[in-house]
């Protein structure tokens, strides 16, 4: 055949699975994509770290949209501001 044999050996294996199914319902979409992502070759992790990151990156980027740094005089550098 034309595929590289590459793909049709671990971990990636092309062919052995031909379907999987996705369900479209909320309560199962989640379920559905984790089949997917698995059967790619990826590992469960802890989502309530991964959570918990997302969470303080965004409080970050709102607060940073918040402050507003006054203008700088000639001469000075954002290093020297406090």
Not at 39 to 65: E, I, N, T, Y
Request: proline share 9%.
């Amino acid at each position: 055949g034309q595929t590289p044999q590459v793909l049709l050996q671990p971990p990636y294996n092309l062919y052995n699975a031909l379907a999987i199914p996705l369900y479209g319902s909320p309560e199962h979409r989640k379920v559905s994509l984790r089949h997917v992502l698995r059967r790619m070759g990826a590992a469960p992790c802890d989502a309530g770290l991964l959570w918990r990151k997302q969470k303080q990156l965004l409080h970050f980027m709102s607060v940073a949209r918040l402050v507003r740094r006054r203008p700088l005089q000639q001469g000075e550098s954002r290093d020297s501001q406090s």
